[in-house]
């Protein structure tokens, strides 16, 4: 069984940083790229970063460029979402989803973590 497990959420103020966790399994984790995606109240989802396993190449959307760094650990099919200099505008829930790998598609989801930034 396909899994997406997120972890890490939680209230933080603003300035203040979290790591979010997405631990992968039930498939290859090399044949797939994981993506970030946060989505907030009465906004749509956006896509906030994506990492390769295979080669670990990375993408970053322009708001979180510079404060956010994705990163694997194949070893424990995980990938890790580190947000420093949390805004209040970084509040949403955050999700995982995999990608396979030359596909433009992701197909499996995680059930998200909330992360609120006070002001």
């Known amino acids: 069984e396909v899994q997406l497990v997120e972890s890490g959420g939680g209230l933080v103020q603003a300035g203040g940083s979290l790591r979010l966790s997405c631990a992968a399994s039930?498939?290859?984790?090399?044949?797939?790229?994981i993506g970030w995606f946060r989505q907030a109240p009465g906004k749509e989802r956006e896509g906030v970063s994506c990492i390769s396993s295979s080669d670990g190449s990375t993408y970053y959307a322009d708001s979180v460029k510079g404060r956010f760094t994705i990163s694997s650990d194949n070893a424990k099919n995980t990938v890790y979402l580190e947000m420093n200099s949390l805004l209040p505008e970084d509040t949403a829930v955050y999700y995982c989803a995999r990608r396979r790998l030359g596909s433009d598609e992701y197909d499996h989801w995680g059930q998200g973590t909330q992360v609120t930034v006070s002001s």
């Open positions: 039930g498939f290859t984790f090399d044949d797939y790229a």
